[in-house]
């Protein structure tokens, strides 16, 4: 194709740059739109607003209420833009550590970790547990998290798996986010007492791994 200039001399784009041009500019905009929408929604979830409006959402991320009203209609990718920053943020805190030393010192470490990967999603859970029986996308994220729960709790403590079901029953709901977050929110304790209250039901069921 011949190469053509303008009367000035240069180059002339090719016929149907200008518009590819503009359909370019509006997919990059569309796209911050999108990304400022997720942040919103992230930082105000991150607050403790479980359930953000409209509105609220718009503000926090300087667009206009139809152009979150038009995000909102994909509610399903919405979560899923805010579960990809959660699982780089948080995942890491869940299955980072290694087991090392004896069975009570593993039980320790394992709350411990455990305790710190729920205070960071907690927020987030308990937003998405107020949509998950309507959105397909959460329900399968929760069974997910129950199914890493149960491999990190094996990990941990390996001793569960000749344990009577009766006790690793047991020990998968002490470790579980639902009794963490009855003593943070039912029983309204602290971090330290919430974790010195899972610490004592995790060991005393597992001195009966020993027996």
Same mark, same amino acid.
């Given at each position: 194709m011949p190469i053509e200039r303008n009367a000035?001399?240069?180059?002339?784009?090719?016929?149907?740059?200008?518009?590819?041009?503009?359909?370019?500019?509006?997919?990059?905009?569309?796209?911050?739109?999108?990304?400022?929408?997720?942040?919103?929604? *992230?930082? %105000?979830?991150?607050e403790g607003i479980l359930d953000p409006t409209a509105q609220q959402v718009a503000e926090r991320a300087g667009v206009g209420i139809r152009t979150v009203f038009r995000r909102f209609s994909d509610m399903e990718g919405l *979560?899923?833009?805010?579960?990809?920053? %959660?699982?780089?943020?948080?995942?890491?805190? %869940?299955?980072g550590g290694t087991p090392r030393g004896g069975l009570t010192q593993r039980a320790r470490d394992l709350v411990a970790e455990r305790i710190? *990967? *729920?205070?960071?999603?907690?927020?987030?859970?308990?937003?998405?547990?107020l949509k998950r029986w309507r959105s397909p996308f959460l329900r399968e994220r929760h069974a997910l998290l129950v199914r890493t729960l149960r491999q990190e709790l094996l990990r941990w403590l390996p001793e569960v798996n000749d344990a009577p079901p009766r006790l690793a029953d047991?020990?998968?709901l002490a470790t579980s986010f639902e009794a963490w977050d009855r003593l943070r929110t039912e029983q309204g304790l602290s971090g330290p007492r919430? %974790?010195?209250?899972?610490?004592q039901i995790v060991l005393s069921l597992s001195r009966e791994l020993r027996k």
């Open positions: 000035a001399g240069r180059l002339r784009p090719p016929p149907g740059a200008a518009a590819e041009s503009v359909a370019d500019g509006r997919v990059r905009r569309a796209h911050r739109s999108d990304e400022a929408i997720v942040t919103a929604l *992230f930082a %105000l979830v991150g *979560f899923a833009g805010m579960d990809a920053r %959660l699982q780089r943020q948080a995942v890491p805190q %869940l299955i710190a *990967f *729920f205070e960071k999603i907690a927020p987030y859970k308990r937003a998405g547990n047991a020990l998968e919430a %974790l010195a209250a899972m610490e």
